[in-house]
């Protein structure tokens, strides 16, 4: 495996399941109903840093308008399953419609950037963030589509044959299993063909080109996976709230998404699950302080950061097997660092 | 019929003409070395073979099939590979994953069957991690046992190599390799000769930009010198070595006439 771990090979094995336990026993656990709901957040925004470290952390395009995804898979939900147009789509065949509108929505805005890196598509990706937003503010006039400002209300909850969602605990379990399932994709897309030109891109895209990948295929397909995953992540929301409104998605919310991937490790896929966890709950935990709590919460990120800069849990453990090589002998010249070239 | 075959090309630069009507023909299973003083323009041709910028003017065919104006990855599948002056690993991946990337053009694998680890999909990651560990052990003991570092940690002259596997994993007709010798000290220069005589061996047809002229010299069938954008001397290493204009070249003119 060329993901090291710095644990014992059993002890790594184990650990998944571990954490998936504490994960199903948790809520249990929970001392109320607030914590369970808590935690539920966390697991959606997890999956939004699952998304968009497919896109940043795998493909290494900026994306900082990312919300604008989450948005379009509230907002498809609530018109797909609520009195507002009188569709009351089952809840699975809703998420599939969702998921589908996202991941063209990911390629229409992908199209647009693909000759674009770094700062100036995190531009155009800013601008498409708040080109959503507006829209969904104002497209309530001529024909009312999205309900303006008042967002539109009364969604129906998920329900599996007759079985009706309810209460923060069951809607964690099922955030939880969607959660998993996401998990095990992005697991499996960073290993395979289509992971591994994802990266290549990232580290030197003409490269990348040269060795056979269509580099533009490959970036419309991270921006569609990305835009999926955060599209589950708006159906579920929408189902949870019963409700939608265009401030569930400002701008801050893309640059805390981005910060949980950054925090966790961009790359890791168990890293940003633990930046969810911990951009969600530290607000929360710091709540006692009052005004103070953002401060205190800026404060705790910047110490994060600059201790560890390559996150939580970097994509690769600057672990004894990758320092660098001794120079062969015979006089050979001195490895050189990636610096150099 | 010639595999590669380049008419009249041009390239230019604003003003600068860095290519200026090259004419050229490789056979089937030769070795040719592109020799050169430095800005003559060789990497430019093979900037220009490989489709990473356009060609002023001019024709390149592959195997009776023009390519130019095709994107770098539709000509790495059509069978075009090659490996880069300034080395372009992809640092931060194990060197097996690098060798790996070589393979998308020849592997089908799509979202879905990735995603739901459909029994196609999971053969087909095997079959091509098993290709690239024999990609690897091309090398010997040098990169195999290396596989899961970083390309990063790798010594220089493995870093070359790197990029050969990584190149041939594209199952390339034609290898362009631009400067394998580079940095390289005699021991490893031998053994690179060795390598590419054994990858010609296995039917790849091999182009290669070097400065090293114990390299040239040892393993090249033929050798064509470019100066200023222009063949001035074609032929085998004795020919072209004792060439005026190649001497004038590398020299100046006072020794190309004493």
Redesign the interface.
């Known amino acids: 495996?060329?993901y090291?771990f710095p644990v014992g090979e059993r002890w790594r094995r184990l650990l998944p399941f571990g954490l998936a336990a504490g994960a199903v026993v948790a809520p249990l656990l929970a001392p109320n109903d607030y914590v369970v709901g808590a935690l539920a957040r966390i697991c959606l925004y997890a999956l939004l840093a699952l998304g968009l470290n497919v896109v940043v952390g795998f493909a290494g395009l900026l994306d900082i308008g990312y919300v604008a995804f989450f948005g379009i898979g509230s907002y498809v939900y609530a018109f797909l399953a609520s009195p507002h147009f009188g569709l009351h789509l089952p809840f699975v065949p809703a998420m599939l419609i969702v998921a589908a509108v996202a991941a063209v929505s990911g390629i229409l805005i992908g199209a647009p950037t693909l000759r674009l890196r770094g700062d100036y598509l995190a531009i155009v990706t800013l601008g498409f963030g708040e080109i959503t937003y507006i829209c969904l503010v104002n497209l309530d006039r001529p024909i009312n589509i999205t309900g303006g400002p008042n967002g539109l209300i009364a969604i129906d909850p998920p329900s599996f044959l007759g079985y009706v969602i309810q209460g923060n605990i069951q809607y964690y379990y099922l955030f939880l299993l969607t959660l998993g399932a996401v998990l095990l994709?992005s697991l499996?897309?960073r290993?395979?063909?289509?992971g591994?030109?994802w990266?290549?891109i990232?580290?030197?895209e003409?490269?990348?080109?040269?060795?056979?990948?269509?580099?533009t295929v490959s970036k419309l397909?991270a921006f569609?996976?990305g835009a999926t995953f955060a599209g589950f992540a708006g159906g579920l929301l929408a189902s949870w709230q019963r409700s939608v409104f265009p401030d569930n998605f400002l701008f801050h919310e893309s640059i805390n998404i981005l910060a949980m991937v950054i925090l966790g490790g961009m790359g890791n896929v168990f890293g940003v699950i633990l930046g969810a966890a911990i951009i969600v709950s530290l607000p929360e935990i710091f709540r006692d302080l009052a005004l103070y709590r953002l401060l205190a919460f800026g404060g705790m990120l910047m110490v994060l950061m600059i201790f560890r800069p390559q996150g939580l849990l970097p994509?690769?453990w600057p672990f004894a097997?990758?320092?660098?090589?001794?120079?062969?002998p015979?006089?050979?010249?001195?490895?050189?660092?990636?610096a150099d070239? | 019929m010639a595999l590669l075959e380049a008419s009249g090309l041009k390239k230019s630069f604003g003003g600068l003409e860095a290519v200026q009507g090259f004419d050229f023909r490789l056979e089937e299973g030769e070795i040719v070395s592109l020799i050169g003083p430095n800005g003559s323009g060789k990497t430019t041709i093979f900037n220009l073979i490989?489709g990473?910028f356009p060609a002023s003017a001019g024709r390149v065919a592959f195997a009776g099939r023009d390519i130019l104006g095709l994107?770098?990855?539709?000509i790495?599948?059509l069978g075009v590979?090659?490996t880069?002056q300034?080395?372009?690993?992809?640092?931060?991946?194990?060197v097996?994953?690098n060798v790996?990337?070589?393979?998308?053009?020849?592997?089908r694998?799509?979202?879905v069957g990735?995603?739901l680890?459909l029994p196609g999909?999971r053969a087909?990651?095997s079959r091509?991690i098993e290709e690239s560990k024999e990609m690897l052990a091309l090398f010997g003991e040098r990169l195999l046992p290396?596989a899961?570092?970083?390309a990063?940690?790798?010594?220089?002259?493995?870093?070359r190599r790197l990029e050969i596997a990584?190149?041939l994993?594209?199952r390339p007709r034609l290898l362009l390799l631009d400067e394998p010798a580079a940095?390289?000290?005699?021991?490893?220069s031998r053994e690179l000769m060795a390598d590419i005589l054994r990858i010609r061996d296995r039917g790849v047809t091999v182009l290669l930009i070097e400065h090293d002229m114990t390299v040239v010299r040892g393993i090249s069938d033929r050798v064509v010198a470019l100066d200023h954008g222009v063949k001035i001397a074609e032929g085998d290493f004795a020919t072209v070595r004792r060439d005026p204009h190649v001497v004038e070249a590398y020299l100046g003119r006072r020794a190309a006439h004493a």
């Open positions: 495996m060329p090291s994709a499996r897309l290993d395979s063909r289509i591994w030109a990266q290549a990232r580290e030197d003409l490269a990348a080109g040269a060795m056979g990948v269509n580099t397909q569609a996976i994509a690769r097997a990758h320092a660098p090589e001794k120079p062969e015979a006089g050979a010249p001195a490895p050189r660092s990636a070239d | 490989t990473m994107k770098p990855h539709a790495t599948a590979a090659r880069f300034n080395q372009r690993l992809f640092n931060q991946m194990t097996l994953e790996l990337v070589g393979h998308h053009c020849r592997s694998a799509g979202l990735v995603t680890g999909a087909e990651k091509v290396r899961d570092r970083l990063q940690s790798l010594s220089y002259a493995n870093r990584r190149a994993a594209t940095g390289m000290n005699p021991t490893e």
